[in-house]
């Protein structure tokens, strides 16, 4: 149990001053929204966020509660809460009930928090390899439903959900919520000096977006911006030690990211992969972030799924960003695979349980046509280090290319 007087740390790599948060007002405002004396007990602590089981007085879980590192955009959680509500609204997807949450990071806890339900059941990854394959089965194929359900949500623009009010579930698309406009990114604050005055410069470019290549441009933008007003940063991070080489880097990517802000408009565009040049009427839907087995919670008995977790990071996309299978069901060796999900043999025959269930023509359309689209969506986020490298201009070429030949129309990808 964490005691009353106990401060609990986000702490950073690099030069950045580690972010706290008061267990003794985080256990105060527990016992206020349950009206009991409560104990924490922590479940579960990431890069983002500390997640803490609630006690009541007979030992009894009353929920949860999860505080959010002051990493992220201070809207984080409001949106994940709009998410959540949104998914409970709209569809069958058993996702877990927020009771309160507070979204100051200046309230008496000292960070953003949200109380909620616990659901019942186990965690999906720690029991995985052991399950029988009846109930991986059942397990795959609810999941497929759900996915189905969730990409039939569609929006008019790209961003992240928000709740109209506190008290309703009318929600809207606003600004993104999205690793490049993190004050630190996995764990390492990039700007240590001027954080908070980067992550205001930013906010110009996080949306809400009404196309597509808006939503792409905006990644390379935050580096753009990065490289105008943080340069001596930015040289330091190629770690190159000849001062003349590191400023040629330096002008290659800047080169290469501007080509990529082109290939953004023609690649895919305003479109759907595989169809010609259009502007769809509500060109987006929900993608989930780096949906893992761990967010699956299930009886491990019967393969029911009893929710699913963490939805922080979900994001309003364009649909062939949104229609991806999960990691774990593909090969390992499949680009976009997982470490996690048993051996191949195993992923492909539950691959194909998912797939008899997963009945939609144009989730499957999405999915295909548009892996190279999502090629480029996984570079948008490098930073330019990686842009300047080797290779790298050549890829952006080629695809330039490509696109003023065959606008809308994926780049066939290269065995």
């Known amino acids: 149990m964490e005691q009353d007087d106990a401060v609990s740390t986000f702490s950073y790599d690099g030069d950045g001053e580690a972010d706290t948060f008061s267990i003794h007002q985080l256990r105060a405002a527990v016992n206020s929204h349950f009206c009991v004396a409560c104990q924490l007990r922590k479940l579960a602590e990431g890069g983002y966020h500390k997640v803490y089981e609630v006690i009541g007085e ?214 759907s992969p595989g169809v010609p040049m259009t502007t769809p009427t509500k060109p987006f839907s929900l993608r989930l972030d780096d949906f893992r087995l761990s967010n699956i919670m299930i009886d491990d008995k019967s393969g029911v799924v009893t929710g699913l977790i963490d939805f922080e990071g979900t994001t309003v996309a364009p649909l062939w960003e949104c229609a991806v299978v999960p990691g774990w069901l593909l090969d390992c060796d499949d680009p976009e695979g997982r470490y996690e999900g048993g051996s191949n043999e195993d992923r492909r025959r539950l691959l194909d349980v998912f797939w008899k269930t997963m009945d939609d023509t144009e989730w499957r359309e999405m999915y295909e046509n548009g892996k190279p689209f999502r090629r480029l969506s996984d570079r948008l986020s490098f930073q330019i280090g990686i842009w300047s490298m080797r290779g790298g201009e050549e890829w952006v070429d080629e695809r330039l290319a490509w696109a003023k030949l065959h606008p809308g129309i994926s780049m066939p990808e290269k065995n």
């Open 58 to 271: 007979d030992e009894t879980v009353l929920g949860i509660v999860r505080v959010a590192s002051p990493a992220f955009p201070r809207d984080k959680l409001e949106s994940e809460v709009a998410t959540l509500r949104y998914l409970a609204t709209h569809t069958e997807i058993p996702v877990p009930q927020v009771f309160a949450w507070n979204s100051d990071p200046f309230n008496p806890v000292g960070a953003e928090y949200m109380i909620m339900q616990k659901v019942p059941g186990v965690s999906a990854n720690t029991q995985w390899n052991t399950l029988p394959m009846n109930v991986k089965e059942r397990v795959v194929s609810q999941v497929a439903r759900y996915l189905k359900a969730i990409f039939a949500l569609r929006f008019e623009h790209a961003g992240s959900l928000y709740l109209s009010s506190p008290s309703r579930n009318d929600v809207y698309v606003g600004p993104i919520v999205s690793t490049p406009f993190y004050r630190a990114i996995d764990g390492v604050i990039r700007v240590p000096d001027a954080a908070l005055q980067l992550s205001t410069r930013l906010s110009q470019y996080r949306g809400p977006f009404s196309n597509v290549s808006d939503y792409l441009q905006s990644f390379l933008h935050t580096e753009l911006c990065v490289l105008a007003h943080h340069r001596p940063v930015v040289l330091s991070e190629l770690e190159v030690a000849d001062a003349q080489e590191a400023d040629a880097r330096l002008v290659t990517g800047e080169r290469v990211l501007r080509k990529a802000l082109e290939l953004c408009t023609v690649y895919p565009g305003n479109n």
